[in-house]
């Protein structure tokens, strides 16, 4: 089992977004994929899924063993399932790092899962556990400090993964913002994926997030999410 991290310390960045792709594309290459939603983000994965109506049991009923992974776990496409955050707000801060592992217990026969957090300061998790973490961020002059605090808790993380996404190039150009060039010459971290700012990513709707043009990742994903 691999298990990927996904955070950033920005909100509104399209981690979420970012995420459900990559699991999209991992399960269309016969990887069997669990996305966990541990984000407190505005719009939660179902809600993208489309299949927040079909909630009974979430992720917080797993590690408190109210019910068993299968029985909450919702079913997306072949490949590819979805372990939804409550609907309830405040039901996810019942979460520890007893509960973290039991989840990543549960979950040993996926090949990979995708948990999608919110800043990597959560005292719950454990990072011996975590094969790979994905810092999300923008081109913003703040991202450097973000970058290399992220960088320095996944110190003890096999690998750190950098994702500059709705980069600005044209302010870039400017020096109203940063480079590519700066932001790798300042966190000492290659950039392994730019996705660069489109007003439709953040429309994107049910249909949209399943074509395969939408967030191409599959260019980067040995690279970045393997």
């Known amino acids: ?6 955070a950033s310390q920005k909100k509104q960045i399209g981690k979420t977004l970012i995420s459900i792709r990559a699991g999209i594309e991992l399960s269309r290459q016969g990887k069997n994929v669990l996305m966990m939603d541990l ?8 809600e993208y899924l489309n299949v927040n109506e079909n909630i009974i049991y979430d992720i917080v009923d797993v590690f408190t063993d109210t019910c068993p992974l299968e029985q909450a776990v919702i079913e997306i496409e072949e490949n590819l399932s979805l372990l939804p955050c409550p609907r309830i707000p405040g039901k996810i801060d019942k979460i520890n790092k007893d509960y973290f592992l039991k989840l990543l217990k549960y979950a040993e026969n996926y090949d990979q899962v995708i948990i999608d957090i919110d ?5 719950y998790i454990d990072f011996t556990q975590i094969q790979n973490v994905v810092s999300i961020n923008n081109n913003d002059f703040s991202c450097i400090k973000e970058i290399n605090t992220d ?9 750190f993964t950098l994702i500059i996404n709705k980069y600005n190039k044209k302010a870039a150009k400017k020096g109203v913002m940063m480079t ?8 000492e971290t290659t950039v392994a ?18 074509t395969d043009n939408f967030l191409n990742l599959s ?7 393997l």
């Open 39 to 46: 984000s407190s983000g505005k719009i939660k994965m179902s």
């Open 151 to 159: 960088k320095v808790l996944a110190s003890k993380v096999d690998k």
């Open 1 to 6: 089992m691999n298990v990927i991290l996904t």
């Open 119 to 123: 800043k990597l300061t959560h005292s």
């Open 219 to 225: 260019p980067y994903l040995s690279l970045t999410f």
């Open 180 to 187: 590519l060039k700066d932001i790798e010459k300042l966190t």
């Open 193 to 210: 994926t730019v996705i660069e700012e489109n007003s439709k990513y953040s429309k994107a709707d049910y249909q949209t997030i399943f």
